[in-house]
């Protein structure tokens, strides 16, 4: 695994989650 994503990084993820 990745280290910890960055807050950016973190909100992407998050953004691609939620549309899922």
Same mark, same amino acid.
């Given at each position: 695994? %990745? %280290?910890q994503l960055e807050p950016m990084?973190?909100?992407l993820e998050? %953004?691609?989650a939620g549309r899922s």
């Open positions: 695994m %990745k %280290k990084e973190f909100t998050q %953004k691609c």
